[in-house]
């Protein structure tokens, strides 16, 4: 089998330092918020950052989506380091200087477009028994700009330099024009571009930059939530996480060459792909309910996992396997966090 070289995943998205606690249902209330979803900040949330901080033992975590992905796949790997390269934007500021030092901590080729304008972003996450409400203040991550950074020679060479893209559809709020570059690259060179529908407000409100950039799409991830959305605004008339599956990867597709493959995680049910033309189901590992700690982070994990075995050019089978792993290891610890070592054959 290939094994990774530097620089052989790519990754780009929002940077986000996670600040996470166990919060109870009045904190959930006073603020709007849902037990298990994921947001972005509004001005009646701008106290909840300070609030947290200040009232409740907070941990403070290198994090967003796609940034996650990259650091799990990493680890999944461990030699060489840098195998996974990730841009996105922050702060000049000590949240920013956290996150290049976690980045560095995981060995990711990190390279941040950094400005002054606004701080480096964060996102709460607001912990309540085994559910998670995600409320994701963008700020500087969202100032990224293609032409201020993706576009530079030395940047856009690491971006050829790689075989497989990952984008969270996170990201589709802040550069779309960022990722379709990308995006065209790997299909006119025959690459793995891979897309998360990431939370079910992407498909509602961002389905114009999402349908321009699907036809690019070569593995697209999401959850049952997200894939149900996603059928309802795109009119699949089903509700049939399967049936959603075949349609998504039937939609229009530039490069022939690759079948667009399909995979949706369900929590602890079966995780839904499509192989071939069917769509088969794959059973998650067993845990015990008390040994989940925290759900977030375990569908980052999930595609991490899965990109450390597609890198190596694993079966799907394989990839969907070292993805349920990975899930599994993140799920019984707080935030985004693993052990030093893997334990995986």
């Known amino acids: 089998m290939p094994s990774a070289s530097e620089n052989t995943l790519f990754g780009m998205g929002n940077p986000l330092l996670d600040i996470s606690a166990v919060v109870d249902k009045d904190f959930l209330d006073k603020y709007g918020l849902k037990p298990n979803d994921q947001i972005l900040a509004e ?10 901080v200040q009232r409740n033992k907070v941990e403070y975590h290198a994090g967003g989506s796609t940034q996650n992905s990259v650091k799990i796949a990493q680890w999944m790997i461990q030699k060489p380091q840098k195998v996974a390269t990730f841009f996105g934007c922050i702060g000049t500021d000590q949240f920013g200087q956290i996150l290049k030092q976690k980045a560095e901590e995981a060995h990711v080729d990190a390279h941040y477009y950094e400005q002054s304008e606004e701080p480096t972003g964060t996102c709460a996450a607001c912990i309540t028994g085994d559910n998670r409400s995600l409320v994701a203040n963008l700020a500087a991550a969202n100032c990224y700009k293609k032409e201020k950074h993706l576009d530079l020679d030395g940047n856009w060479e690491l971006v050829k330099k790689a075989k497989v893209y990952y984008i969270a559809g996170f990201f589709l709020t802040v550069s779309p024009d960022s990722i379709v570059k990308v995006a065209t690259h790997a299909s006119e060179n025959n690459k793995i571009f891979g897309l998360n529908l990431s939370a079910p407000f992407i498909s509602q409100f961002f389905k114009e930059p999402l349908m321009k950039v699907m036809p ?78 925290d759900t977030n982070g375990a569908g980052d994990a999930f595609v991490g996992g899965f990109l450390s075995a597609l890198v190596q050019e694993h079966s799907l089978e394989e990839c969907i396997r070292a993805g349920h792993y990975a899930a599994n290891v993140i799920i019984r610890r707080v935030g985004c966090t693993f052990p030093e070592k893997p334990n995986y054959q």
């Open 43 to 52: 001005d009646k949330h701008k106290a909840l950052f300070a609030e947290m």
């Open 216 to 293: 690019y799409v070569d593995i697209l991830f999401g959850n049952e939530t997200e894939a149900a959305t996603f059928a309802g605004v795109l009119g699949f008339g089903t509700e049939d996480i399967a049936e959603i599956a075949k349609k998504a990867q039937n939609l229009p597709k530039e490069n022939a060459k690759r079948q667009r493959i399909v995979v949706f995680t369900q929590g602890k049910d079966d995780t839904v792909a499509t192989v071939g033309d069917n769509v088969t189901v794959f059973p998650v590992l067993d845990i015990d309910q008390n040994d989940i700690v």
